[in-house]
């Protein structure tokens, strides 16, 4: 019997999360279940999962949140406020926590987490990107696990000899991670400029929360990807590909130097990467309908359009520059990514606000949580006086 902490479980990958728990009460119980904001949907949660601690992590809504438990008849402990989200994911007798917050909010307990021991299912890819060297750290500090929940990166884990492999004494030539190219696939950039927040929202293939639905449609998704799978595989940049692959049924796939290519094929559903990590090595059943292939009938690969979607090389270029430029790109990402969606950034201004960012920081070596947070800080101010200036305002009023 596995106990889980499942941080971030009002959100999208929590729901997934906690479907998959639902099936299997012989497997899995719930220690701990964690959100932001969402009172009245995390004390149905815990109506209904019956955790020993429920922690949200605004302050704020504490009183209210215990009044909506005691309004259930709902008897468990509750944590509030920061402290108490690193807490959950480090100090219970949970054994798994499911890193499912978004955005750098969720950095400070998927590195306790890792500290600690747990096995660690992570989704919360901002994280890796602003602290690789720092988790991976933390995880041989606490010699636990770390799983990846990303459907590609779980589809790549899966399709290499072990955990922990070296790619090199493995045979591996390149690591080809999928992409659907998002809503806006195909279309110039003159036809970006004006799409809101809804289109950009409105993910063809998959259900996800705002933020990450926003880094699909920009590709930064796909850029962020590529930095989480250089340290989750210890993959140079120039061994890692991205092909967009609008059907999302291949999640990714590894090319040996034989010549093979292995690829995770399966619908895109994220509760098959859910099942996967939290059983694995066994294999549970996940709730996933059987792939029909007839019914998919074909399978299309394409070049990503680099040029409308800038995002992707400057993740590239973040993660050849090293040091603080992937925590640069993710903070200036996180930043324009909020404007966009509050309707104070043009959406081609996500990839400029970006690349100004990179430009006018230096890539300085990050030796501890401190410097990280430092440079996070930094970048975000940066960002924020980007998307106030001018030029981008410009931007937005003047494209046809
Ligand atoms: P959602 O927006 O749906 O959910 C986010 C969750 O994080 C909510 O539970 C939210 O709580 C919580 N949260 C937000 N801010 C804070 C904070 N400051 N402190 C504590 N908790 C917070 O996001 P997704 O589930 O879509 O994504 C979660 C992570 O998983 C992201 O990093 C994303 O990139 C990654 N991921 C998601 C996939 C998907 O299919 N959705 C696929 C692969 C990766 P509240 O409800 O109270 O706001």
Known sequence: MRTLAVLGATGSIGANTLDVVARHPDRFRIGVLAAHRSV???????L????????????ACEKELRAQLAARNVDC?????????????????????VAAI????????????????????????????MAGPLLLAALEQGGGELLPLDSEHNAVFQCLPGARTDLTRAGVRRILLTASGGPFRGMPASALAEVTPERACAHPKWRMGRKISVDSATLMNKGLEVIEAHYLFDAPAERIEVLVHPQSVVHSLVEYVDGSVLAQLGNPDMRTAIA?????????????AALDLLAVARLDFEAPDRATFRCLDLAYQALRAGGSATTVLNAANEEAVAAFLDGRLPFLGIAETIERCLEGAES???????????????????????IA??????MHTSTP
């Open 77 to 97: 402990r509750v944590g509030a406020g920061p402290a108490a989200l690193v807490e959950a994911a480090s100090g219970t007798d949970c054994d798994t926590v």
């Open 364 to 386: 300085a070596p990050l030796n501890d949580l401190a410097a990280l947070l430092d440079a996070d800080l930094t970048a975000r101010r940066h960002a924020q006086r980007i």
């Open 40 to 46: 009245e949907a995390l004390a149905d949660l815990c």
């Open 389 to 394: 200036g001018p030029t981008v305002r410009k």
């Open 48 to 59: 209904r999962f019956r955790p020993d601690l429920a922690v949200i992590a605004d302050e």
């Open 276 to 288: 996967h990590a939290l059983a694995w090595p066994e294999r549970i059943e996940a709730g996933v």
């Open 102 to 129: 978004v955005g750098a909010a969720g950095l400070e307990s998927t590195l306790a987490a890792a500290r600690a021991g747990k096995r660690l299912l992570l989704a919360n890819k901002e994280a890796i990107v």
